[in-house]
């Protein structure tokens, strides 16, 4: 009687413990979960780009979604092919630097390596509400460009939303009365919001306009390829600092070899648009890295931010060269003033 009782109860925990999380082939052999790790993992790391209407080619948002995808996750990360990060490691430190850290990896390898099991529904995170004290954007350009502004604004923040997943990248222009052309910035998946640090802001010229241009992902190779979004429903969004900040956002534009620079300056960011190498050559010998951009995603282009600004002093060159033989170097530095130091 006894052991009968045993026996079921014993049968009665194993149908409770796996019957949830029971793969026919796969036996569970990990604590990590999906719907506790794993999803939030991928939500901070890949679904900006694996989601519906996203830019990659399938959703990693719901279990259903991600457990045929297990295995080829688990190659795509240690190979460092996913999330698509084309600075080397080790050189320049970005804010936007999408890549996994050890951790990560580690659990998402646990999770398949054991099973990939689903986990208690309660774990999952709860589903984000819209943020009503969002602050309002100042400018919000809709399609291809904007009106000409009456007055002078200065740009602090943008934020792109891109019409769907057939946009691969897009640019921003100020244009002024004359139609001369200003960089602005740009986008690459996935949809980012840019901040740049306080006191720094870029000039938008009463007169001006703002122009997005948008690049489409090549589908002509498909038998029937889907139309392209109305242009209309691609959205930037601008945000205006309420006075003339101290360090104005100004733009260099990169070419192989040695750069000459306007004065001392603050590297803030940098939009690398092949495959290169570039370091500032000081006045006194010494050199500063300001990175290496691999070329594993070819059409992947994002403007990299720097964690912290990078001082380049007056007098300093800044060096370009291919990595990958095809001799061209392409890219934008964004940078400041030189900052004041307190000696
Ligand atoms: C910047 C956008 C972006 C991000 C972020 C991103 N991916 Fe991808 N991913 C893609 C694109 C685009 C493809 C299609 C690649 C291709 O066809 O070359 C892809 C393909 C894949 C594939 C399929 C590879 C195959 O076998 O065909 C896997 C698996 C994958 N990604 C996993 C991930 C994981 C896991 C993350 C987060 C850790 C991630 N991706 C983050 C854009 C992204």
Redesign the pocket.
Known sequence: MQITRCASLFFLLTVICYSPTMQAHDPITTKVTFNKEVVRI?ER??Q???RDGG???MA?ETYDQVRP?AK??KE??LERR???WNAAQGFADFSND?S?TPLETELLVDWVEGGAPVGDAKNLPKPKSPDDDAEKPGLVVAGESSAPVKESRWISAWRFTPAGGAIQSAEFWIEDAAKKKTYLGNWS??EQFVEWPDGVAQQLPAGSRVIVALHYVDNSAEASPAPHPPVSKNRLELFFSSKAPAHPVRHLDLACGANTIPSGLEALAVYPQNAMEMEALLPNGSMDVLGLFRPDFPS?HPTYFYRQPIAIPAGARIAAHSVDNKASCKAILAYSAELRRRR
């Open positions: 991928l790391r890949c900006g780009c694996h830019y990659a080619p990693l995808w080829a996750i795509e990360i996913m999330p698509p999408r996994l998946p996935p992947y």
